[in-house]
Every structure is written in C-alpha cells, then in structure tokens.
C-alpha cells in the first residue's frame, strides 16, 4: 500500500525559508511522478512542482521558480522542497502526490499525504 506522509510545515516570518518532506512507501513501479500541491483557504488545489523518479526531470509553478527548490533522496524514498523567500501568498495547506501520468494536476494524482500546513506572515 502506497504511503506519502509530509512533514515540515510551520510559521515563518515572509522572506524566511521552510523544508517540506515526503516520505514515500509502498511503490512497486519507478515510473511515477511525485511532488507537491498546495491549497489556500477558498481556493483550489494547485500544482506547486513534482520531480520524475525516472528521469529526474523536474517542474514548478510558474509562482514559485527561482524561489523553490525539489530534490528527491532515492536511498530514502524521500522528496524534498526547499522553501526559500517565502511571501504570504505562499500561504496553504501542501500536499505530498504521486502518479503515473505524465501530467501534473490534482485530477490525475494517484496518491496523497494528508498535507502539512506552511503560513507565512507579513
């Protein structure tokens, strides 16, 4: 049984820097995606980057490159997000996924964590 259990989350100051971490289990393929969302209060679920386990090739939001950062530790089966410059609007609930497609939306994840909190304040 797949398992992606976030950590990390917290209160930071804006300008300040967070790591987010996702401890992964139970896959069987190394053909999957795997990365993050986020959710602010009122608002949809949204793709903030994910990291191909197979190619190591990565993807960000628009909104947080050049301020966010992927990484992934196979021999842990862990995926990072270092959170650097943080703003207010960063604010949300982040939510570890996983999928087998090719696409990054929240409609086509196979898997969740329950998400960690991150509140940035101004």
């Known amino acids: 049984q797949v398992q992606l259990v976030e950590s990390g989350g917290g209160l930071v100051q804006s300008g300040g820097s967070l790591r987010l971490s996702c401890a992964a289990s139970?896959?069987?393929?190394?053909?999957?995606?795997i990365g993050w969302f986020r959710q602010a209060p009122g608002k949809e679920r949204d793709g903030v980057s994910c990291?191909?386990?197979?190619?190591?090739?990565?993807w960000y939001a628009d909104s947080v490159k050049g301020r966010f950062t992927i990484s992934r530790d196979s021999a842990k089966n862990t995926v990072y997000l270092q959170m650097d410059s943080l703003k207010p609007e960063d604010t949300a609930v982040y939510y570890c996924?996983?999928?087998?497609?090719?696409?990054?939306?929240?409609?086509?994840?196979?898997?969740w964590g329950k998400g960690t909190l991150v509140t940035v304040s101004s």
């Open positions: 139970g896959f069987t393929s190394d053909y999957y995606s």
């Open positions: 990291v191909s386990s197979s190619s190591g090739a990565t």
């Open positions: 996924a996983a999928t087998r497609s090719r696409v990054w939306v929240a409609s086509g994840m196979d898997y």
